[in-house]
């Protein structure tokens, strides 16, 4: 069966580079470029190794800011089909990015399946499937670590702490991945430059009225850790014996 | 106020309840089979689920036992508790912290921390949120006289099916009360050189734990033995780690240790920034070295 998959895509600041001000510990998040985040560019590899197998189309959403252009150019060299990029995102607020992605993926109609990351990395709510799933009435399989697709249902592997299930469920469904569920493809260059010519839809974010919370501090944690370093191996042993010996009393 | 916490593990109740039991009555909500773990912590009536809980069916439960009723609802963050906790942002239209590590009561209000930025920094915010999400193992549970009720509830049949189900191989450890860690990363290079590391986690008395890649991608050791953001959050007396290179997934899991003493190849690397001690070495030196220091 052909299959209609949304995949949901996410632009944050790349937080590997992200350095925290030694004094005041806050964020120093001017001039920190953008990237996809990494669980986008796994929900990105399922969806279209998902069509490679069945057939269909990926169409890609990002909600995000007239920075995302670099963003879908990215994912449809990765194998997007379509992308709308939905500009007005103003930050961590899963309630309201639900509220405009769900209309969005109603207003495409007929979508099969909604396959997103299960927790970003900047953020890290993993609220979003939940969320969406409720919006938009779809089943929610939760956790992937793999995808397929057989007469009208889903079926995924999701790991837990005690054990490893198989779990399906009739489309539509939300289906949120790991990052263990594949290996992100690098597109050859041939893919990244008809990428570049390829049209993006954009649209505004209707506003909407959501309550934030008030934010008291975003800082760095103090670390009041003795960073004593030891490049002698045996001066080094010797200390730690101690340091260990003391807890161990 | 009335408070009602939900975790598909009774254990996981206990804290919470604890935390909030001076400020109102407070709910259990866990599965059948769990609810026994969590009755003597003054909670005012425990509901046991019976059924295959699956998100769908656990949140149709809880709307049953009317989530309107209440003034906060906590849930233990879990893959199952926060795909409920999506769920019923949407239903009832509240702010929803998630990953709270920490809590205050402000009147109205409350105020929480959690990690942000992946856990570079700590966002305190104040909101009149409705739903937190709280990470396991965040607050101390302590014991008090009385025993709760238990009320049985049916889980409807979900739309989710479950065609398969593998029970992994446990080990029954619980890394999250080891007093010494011995915690190991991609540095140590193969599964089988972990038995050149336990004559330390043996000599210390310790536990045995790794990095995400190490449980996860390779699967060295089990995820129980996980430590980091997305594994356990351990707060031991010592922490050895061990080839760890220190991302700030894995610093976000381990900072409430008391001492952290850090063995690594690279003298750049992360992880000595956040260390007591380190040496800057070839780890299957190092380790056998620490052991004789340690048994003289």
Request: aromatic share 6%; with cysteine.
């Amino acid at each position: 069966m052909a299959i209609n998959i949304v995949v949901l895509i996410k632009q944050i600041v790349d937080i590997d580079q992200l350095k925290t001000d030694p004094n005041s510990g806050e964020p120093l998040i001017q001039n920190i470029p953008l990237r996809i985040e990494n669980l986008s560019k796994n929900s990105i590899e399922a969806a279209v190794q998902l069509k490679e197998k069945n057939g269909g189309k990926v169409t890609g959403i990002i909600f995000g800011t007239e920075k995302a252009n670099s963003a879908m150019k990215e994912a449809y060299a990765m194998g997007v089909d379509e992308g709308f990029i939905i500009t007005g995102y103003k930050g961590n607020n899963p309630a309201y990015t639900a509220s405009i992605i769900s209309n969005k993926i109603k207003e495409l109609g007929n979508v099969d399946c909604v396959i997103l990351g299960n927790q970003s990395a900047d953020s890290y709510t993993g609220l979003l499937p939940g969320l969406l799933s409720t919006e938009l009435n779809m089943n929610l399989l939760g956790n992937a670590v793999s995808i397929s697709e057989e007469g009208g249902r889903f079926k995924i592997k999701r790991v837990l702490d005690e054990k490893d299930e198989i779990i399906s469920a009739e489309k539509p469904c939300v289906i949120s991945v790991t990052q263990e569920i594949n290996q992100p493809r690098l597109p050859p260059v041939l893919q990244i430059m008809a990428a570049g010519r390829k049209p993006i839809n954009a649209s505004a974010a209707g506003a909407g009225n959501f309550e934030t919370p008030k934010i008291v501090s975003n800082i760095a944690p103090k670390s009041d850790r003795k960073r004593q370093l030891f490049e002698d191996m045996d001066k080094g042993v010797a200390e730690v014996a101690k340091a260990i010996r003391g807890e161990m009393k | 106020m009335k408070f009602l916490i939900f975790s598909e593990d009774g254990s996981n109740i206990c804290g919470i309840a604890t935390k909030l039991r001076d400020n109102g009555e407070v709910y259990g909500v866990t599965i059948e089979g769990e609810e026994s773990k969590c009755l003597q912590y003054g909670l005012k009536e425990v509901y046991a689920l019976k059924g295959r809980p699956m998100g769908d069916n656990c949140f149709k439960a809880l709307n049953k036992i009317d989530l309107t009723n209440f003034d906060r609802i906590f849930i233990s963050s879990s893959p199952l508790g926060r795909d409920i906790a999506g769920m019923i942002a949407s239903s009832i239209r509240s702010i929803v912290i998630t990953e709270a590590f920490d809590f205050h009561l402000e009147g109205e209000n409350i105020r929480t921390k959690r990690f942000f930025f992946g856990g570079k920094t700590i966002l305190e915010e104040e909101s009149s949120a409705k739903v937190i999400t709280v990470q396991p193992g965040s607050f101390e549970p302590e014991k008090v006289d009385g025993n709760t009720p238990v009320t049985m509830a049916d889980l409807e049949v979900s739309s989710i099916t479950l065609d398969q189900e593998v029970e992994k191989e446990r080990s029954g450890t619980d890394i999250e009360s080891a007093p010494i860690l011995v915690s190991i990363g991609r540095g140590i290079g193969k599964k089988e050189a972990i038995d050149q590391i336990m004559p330390l986690v043996e000599a210390v008395h310790g536990e045995l734990s790794g990095s995400r890649p190490v449980c996860l991608d390779y699967k060295w050791l089990t995820e129980e033995r996980q430590v980091g953001l997305s594994g356990k959050k351990v707060k031991p007396r010592v922490y050895i780690a061990l080839g760890i290179s220190g991302q700030i997934q894995h610093i976000a899991g381990m900072r409430g240790s008391k001492t952290v003493i850090a063995v690594n190849k690279d003298k750049d690397a992360p992880i000595f920034q956040e260390c007591d001690y380190g040496i800057v070495g070839d780890l299957f030196q190092v380790v056998p070295k620490l052991v004789s220091a340690l048994k003289q």
